[in-house]
């Protein structure tokens, strides 16, 4: 908010910072909104600097938390202001004031809609970014043409076509009619072909949503994907500016992995064995850093990994070997590398052949039963009840009766109902249930 050349806005600002309390604050807010109100009811006589003015100071107001119930057809008037100083305070006010169904925003349609068939591209930039944020069904009936349009057009440069995709993945979500599936698979296939990595990212949230939706329409994607992740994996043609902390576009890996996810099953060899090579060079390559950025960004990347290898049913020595990983961090002290290992390997337990394989972290995982964080306690024990079988049950239910007596208030329900459970269906014998059960009931 560039606040040079406006004297009253700095002035009310500094104003609001020196109040000593929060009636105080009040008092200047009310004071502020009731000369705002008297301004707008002689709106004939105010400038568009004053009106930018005015409405960028409602909007100061609406950011401290007080209602602002009025001046909202003044900041639409805006949108269609010729410069763009005012045009701008118009889009991001309406944007920040307004939802989806206010009545005033279907004023601003036809001025959105010719900003964005319009030549200008900052005008593009500030129609896609509010129908993006706001937009709603009626939006999406009159808009989403023109915004396809942009979206594949090659005469746009690529800072207006990502905000067409993310603006189109808005109006999808609002009204998935807008996108006809018929025509537009093949062109969805072609954006994936961007080199552009903005664009791409996008393309690639957008294509998220489709999929979810309507897999079948959308195979010709998938061999796209793969490639995608093929360059990303080999650092190819990466811009240092999409590199975080050495890994590149972790967020556009992420999207690419999810949307795979959906897709049942990959039929071709070449592209299945291309797609396990990457994942094979995901798992080898992370591990727990110093850095907290980096730690955050590589687990992104690797635990949808591994969702994608439980997804796809992969060979069992991948399968080991991604047990084997998460075993490494339920044993570190970051609490969340934690938390996600024991849910991960309790997911993995739904992939047949490696149940054996996660006994073996048995004992860290009893550990984790004791960890300070509830929610590491909560992962632990539904971890142990689902790896239960007749091999364990005996050690697994004795450490549950045990650690009953020192749990906190609000797990000792779940903990009583699943050791009665497993003891019910894993004793060997009536005497050794009714024990279990006497021990459960004295330590409760």
Known sequence: MALSGMRGLSVFISDIRNCQNKEQERL????????????????????????????????????????????HMEAVSLISAPKYPEKQVGYIVTSCLLNENHDFLRLAINTVRTDIIGRNETFQCLALTMV????GREFAESLAPDVQKLLISSSCRPLVRKKAALCLLRLYRKNPDVVNVDGWSDRMAQLLDERDLGVLTSSMSLLVALVSNNHDAYWSCLPKCVKILERLARNQDVPQEYTYYGIPTPWLQVKTMRALQYFPTIEDPNTRRSLFEVLQRILMGTDVVKNVNKNNASHAVLFEALALVMHLDAEKEMMSQCVALLGKFIAVREPNIRYL????????????????????????????????????????LDLLYGMCDVSNAKDIVEELLQYLSSADFAM?????????????????DLSCFVWNMRSTKERK
């Open 28 to 71: 200047r807010v009310d004071k502020e909104l009731g000369n705002v109100r008297t301004r707008f009811k002689n709106e004939k006589g105010l400038t568009p600097y004053e009106k930018k003015k005015y409405v960028w100071k409602m909007l100061y107001i609406y950011m401290l938390g007080y209602d602002v119930d009025f001046g």
């Open 341 to 380: 290992g024991l849910e991960n390997m309790t997911r993995m337990l739904m992939v047949a052949d490696v149940q054996d394989i996660i006994k073996r972290h048995q004992a860290q995982i009893i550990t984790s039963l004791k960890d300070p964080d509830i929610s590491i306690r909560r992962r632990a």
């Open 132 to 135: 993006g944020n706001i937009g």
């Open 412 to 428: 000792r329900e779940e903990l009583s109902l699943k050791a009665a459970i497993l003891a019910e269906k894993f004793a060997p």
